[in-house]
């Protein structure tokens, strides 16, 4: 059983079903009846007025919004292993037409405000130094940590009390809100966030992530960077018709809870062996060489994430008894 | 009944059971089986070695295709009505971080050995004036002109002998080839192309389009260029899938056929009314905005295509007898 | 004696003299004295509040303009015969990161507010086709052209009723203030002008063009991209002593009156061989090619400018001494 | 007395002279008398076939290297402290597109290759991550710090086992030779370096710099990519008339040597204070708030560097009898 990524899993039968529902003849790229109502569906969950783009990756959505908010000539805050730098090819360069990133340490890659507000005050404020613009982060982050309602609170402030427009990469947002139980609307724009990339495809969509502004200023713009970086689909209707399935009984967080109690099954097994809690869908443990061997001996497919340790991640696909043996595998260790 | 665009048209069923037999756990981004596929598949077709990389649009295809073709300082020759410089957003510019599109007229938007040699001709080989590196053509044209081996040929000369890589925009590829009667290959690479945007959404697909290179030394480069534009999509299996759906049986011609064969009955209706011969899949007429109402109050939905002109275009999904209808109304005008 | 290009002329003794005078112990980059007295100079010199950056070529100038008008998915209209469009090298390109020039026609290289409007008129106003967002004019034209007062606000009009910004390129706006006799602020921001590249080095300058803002807001962005462009010297009181030389007792005005009265010179001589009116330092005229080897036989060096055409250029350094001898070639062939 | 900054100095006297010898006629641009003389000038001084384009800063200088070696979707590694991350503006992704600088820490801002191997061997070779293109360093460093032949040459070797570009910034080029006493060409291509800033205008010159390719076959695309950034100048010879006044009876290393010498005053007094041994004309030593205060009060000006620490530049014509009051004012602390 593979615990690579929930990039592996299949679409969720809703989503099939929708794209089935969604297969006939309809108006070219976005002017087709699902593709507008993405923004009263999306408005509906976050209880404020949004704009909302369907576009196929996470990658595409978080670019395009640092592009709204940052000049080629301006930088982002993010944190030094954010998806954005590490593992997105370079693309906050190309969207941005070679804007910098400008990277923060912090546990568990969450950036603090402490960490934001060192990182302007070091600067000087000339033309010699690329200036800040934007603030990123990953909720939850790229080790699985969540950010409550307030530590997103305490960075909007610093966002906002430096001009920084403020998003956040939601690759696994579902994961964080079904952590924390609390409405959608108070981990983002009520604490300062400006655009969210809603992820969907890790989540049991197929190809169609949802880049949604708080800001609704920011989207006009975000239009013509959308078609101008070859992201505007022929036929939209089977983007948003996912979209549209995810939230549709609220799916969306079904998937995700599943998704997190299976890695709390694993966490719960991994002790302390744990580098770090264990608050959406990925484990991050530490397992030397010869454990790894053990386990893959038994058929269990994982990712070494350096020397001793591996990142187990769960899909919204795999149930309790799927996971199991693995749990008892590695008690058995 | 809409003859706007082959947008419009839904996903051929085949298609959809791909995507449903793609509907499994496999490893994310491209390193699925279906699309470790694709290579052969398409080597296969066009009797040559390829390297082939999905992409979810025709723009994304085209411009990855110019970037891997003309560095940023330089030029690309196309038709002043090509899909890249009049309906792209201004992508090529985005993908090849600003490179020149150098414009040549030609009747039904096809680009001749000549124009192409007039324009060079007409350039100071110095560093003040933008140098083309690159020809652009699109395979069947924007007004639904094709191309004969030939015509390919002697553009192919001509790019050799400037030192310019060759691209196909092949939105229309299969509706060409339908027309043509040619092997694929004859038309492409055996003619001097090196790198062609092979369609598959006009033509049944749901979201999936095909770069081929010929020139398999480009490939690399552009797999990063990929990554870096937000357009490696996590599940690429259901990609690749949909271009394994259109090869297998050659459906892709057989939908092609279909189209070129409705736009054929259309043509004959329009008789002189035509404003360009009916090669592929579209017809291009010269219609009063009187005859368009009247057309229109009858059901018939196309775009108008300037005063006193209109453009329809036939999909692979509409039979005969969808079209006779339409037809027999132009007759009766 | 040469009549290739008024950059070959040197530079005039009171710039070289300020050269000198600013040769001394200063602060670096654009914190010196000579740097700090430019906008008020220019503001003196306009009538008005502008912001002034140094820049070392009229490129430079040029596309910080376009790059603080346009977006990179926007497009700047200007004449098919533009400076930016054919002799920078794709300069625009690489400033607004890609934005795409709109070419218009019209005779002596002169852009008209009706083939501004009918540029406008002909887009679709959808994410597909690049909207205009600037119009740069060239004062005096690419052939030696100049609009007067009236001709520059009726195009500030269109522009303003589009939303375009306005940049006029015055690479020799001296030779033309020169002709027109009127104040500089009529033929710029009283015209609608928001920006403009009041070139100096053409004039009698060695390497300092001035970038004034009359819509000063555009200024601040632009101080950063000068600086990310490798355009802010380190020792800037070098450019701007030059810029203040050129302004005292309107040395510009002198300099261009006398390459004007130099090019009127032979303005009559070239009688009916002129193919524009002379206007500025600039002569265009029919010449055979036997015709251009005998003038050039008797020491006269000058550009073709296409079959049977030449194109002369005389300098603010030329006198009519200088240049009869030329003049009387002319008449005598 | 200044010692802020060695851009604060003025011109050399023969600098200026050479700036009136080159005060005539002569053809726009790059192609008179002075630039065609460089690259012969330069391969003499060191001692191989190069190709040498004046520009009007180092920042361009840099870019236009770095630009000539990693494409858009490349990285650059470079010291933390480097110029090109810290002080330029975000230059360098402008002129590479958008390729990301990849940073190494090491003492005195030197790059180890150690550090250039750790980094390379933690990186995934996928499209995922940025993949290094070239190896930036700056010779002497950000902190006055010197590279041996032998230390350059390690460098150079890592660079060509992992097929990187090899960049050094020279902005002080000058004072590092002087200081080493090598041949230039010990401390460039011959240890492996491919490009190099050849910094003049801190060392005597107004404004023009050099950009050095040992790898001749950069030049070409370079000439068009300096055009397509407004550096080619108008009046060019201007600029390379510094040049090779600069080389002149080696007044590049007498300057340099001048420099040094006072930097090395100035470390005698400082003893313990010193942060980095000193090398070249830099000197950061500790300082309290009231130690800077006092030597202000006493007329001598410098830089903050960070709490308690400042910095000191001596330039090429400051003289012994100019440094010794500060000197002498350090040892009274």
Redesign the interface.
């Known amino acids: 059983m593979?615990f690579?990524?929930d990039?592996?899993?299949?679409?969720h039968p809703a989503v099939?079903a929708a794209?089935?529902a969604a297969?006939?003849?309809?108006?070219?790229?976005d002017g087709d009846a699902w593709s507008k109502r993405l923004d009263a569906a999306f408005a509906e969950l976050f209880e404020t007025q949004v704009r909302v783009l369907w576009?196929?990756?996470?990658?595409?959505?978080?670019?395009l919004a640092l592009a709204a908010m940052c000049?080629?000539?301006?930088?982002v805050i993010c944190h030094a292993h954010a998806h954005i730098q590490?593992?997105?090819?370079?693309?906050p360069?190309?969207?941005?037409?070679?804007?910098?990133?400008m990277l923060v340490d912090g546990e568990g890659a969450k950036v603090s405000p402490d960490a934001v507000t060192a990182l302007v005050g070091g600067l000087r404020k000339d033309?010699?130094?690329?200036?800040p613009h934007a603030l990123s982060i990953t909720q939850a982050t790229e080790y699985g940590r969540v950010y409550t309602p307030a530590e997103v609170g305490a960075l909007g402030e610093v966002a906002r009390a430096h001009g920084l427009g403020f998003h956040m990469d939601g690759a696994r947002f579902a994961n964080a809100v079904a952590y924390l139980g609390c409405a959608p609307a108070d981990v983002t724009w009520r604490a300062g966030v400006d655009a969210l990339s809603f992820g969907a495809?890790?989540n049991g969509g197929?190809?169609a992530e949802a880049l949604v502004f708080f800001r609704t200023d920011l989207a006009d713009?975000t239009?013509?960077?959308?078609?101008?970086?070859?992201?505007?689909?022929?036929?939209g209707r089977?983007?948003a018709a996912q979209l549209l399935a995810m939230l549709e009984d609220d799916l969306w967080l079904a998937n995700a809870r599943a998704a997190n109690a299976g890695a709390a099954l694993l966490a719960t097994a991994a002790g302390d062996r744990l580098l770090h809690p264990v608050e959406a869908n990925e484990i991050f443990l530490r397992l030397t060489a010869d454990e790894a061997a053990r386990l893959r001996a038994q058929g269990f497919d994982f990712y070494d994430w350096g020397a001793g340790q591996a990142r187990l991640v769960v899909s919204w696909?795999q149930t309790q008894a799927d996971i199991r043996p693995l749990a008892d595998a590695i008690l058995a260790l």
Chains 1, 2, 3, 4 share one sequence.
Do not use: I, W
Not at 55 to 63: E, F, H, K, R
Not at 93 to 101: E, I, R, S, V
């Open positions: 593979r690579f990524s990039n592996a899993a299949p679409v099939m794209l089935a297969d006939r003849v309809d108006t070219a790229f576009v196929p990756t996470g990658t595409a959505a978080n670019c000049p080629p000539y301006g930088g590490t593992d997105e090819g370079g693309a360069g190309f969207y941005t037409a070679g804007a910098t990133l033309v010699h130094q690329v200036q495809v890790k197929m190809n713009a239009l013509y960077r959308r078609k101008r970086a070859g992201l505007l689909l022929s036929k089977y983007l696909q």
